[in-house]
C-alpha cells in the first residue's frame, strides 16, 4: 500500500513561491525550499521534481492566481493599476 500525501498539494507550492519571491531563485536552495514549504525532502522531490520544476510549477500557480489582476489594472482606466494588483484575488 502506498503512503497517502501527509501535506497539502497545493498549499506546498504557494508557500516555496513565498520562498522563491524572498530569495531568489538562487538562493533558494533545497533545505530553504523544504523548510519554507513545510516538506521533507523526499516529498518535495518525489511530488514536485527539482528544483526547478517547482520553480516551474510556481510560476504556474504565479499566473494563475495573479495573471487576471495584471489585466484588470492594465486594461482599465483607472488612476492607479497599482492599487487593483494590490487589493488581490
Known sequence: MADRL?????????????????????????????????????????TFGDRGTLFQKCLQRYAQTYHSLYDQALSGPRPNPSAVVADGP
Not at 501535506?7 to 513565498?18: G, K, L, N, S, T
Not at 538562487?26 to 516538506?39: H, K, M, P
Open 6 to 46: 501527509q501535506f497539502d498539494v497545493h498549499e506546498a507550492p504557494r508557500r516555496a513561491m513565498h520562498v522563491f519571491w524572498r530569495l531568489g531563485y538562487s538562493e533558494a536552495s533545497i533545505d530553504r525550499l523544504t523548510e519554507g514549504a513545510g516538506l521533507g525532502r523526499s516529498s518535495l522531490y518525489g
